[in-house]
């Protein structure tokens, strides 16, 4: 199976995760839109323990107009899902590919929202950089 996206291993537990992550977002230009707590769902709905596992919804306002002014169907591919996950003692962060996105959606060709995937993915690889490096 090919890769989804970066892969960023945190020394730190998950509160600490989820909060070096969305301020990494948001120097990138991202805001957090949404945010799925997966653990308190699957305990919830299904009474299932899981590990704390978090989706955010990442979405930066300029690209997510013009992504949309171009093909309102884009919205089937936005926002750009970040997932924060506990790993025993640290964290585990995954950020999507965008561009990867954009092309398995079929929607990657087109010249303008090419352009607007990669410069979102360009965006979330300073996010992958940011966190790996701290």
Known sequence: M???GATIRLDCPFDEAITRT???LGEAGFGIVS????????RDKLG????RYT???ACNPGLAHAALSSNP???LL???NVTVEEA??????????APAMLAAGGAGAAGEVRALGEEAGRRLAEVAARLGAG
Do not use: W, Y
């Not at 025993?88 to 590919?97: L, P, Q």
């Open 2 to 4: 090919p890769e989804l």
């Open 73 to 75: 169907e884009m919205g």
């Open 78 to 80: 936005l926002p750009c």
């Open 22 to 24: 969305t301020t990494a």
């Open 35 to 42: 945010r799925i707590d997966l653990d308190k769902a699957f």
């Open 55 to 57: 989706i955010l919804g």
């Open 88 to 97: 025993g003692e640290g964290s585990i962060v995954r950020i999507v590919d």
């Open 48 to 51: 299932v323990d899981f590990r």
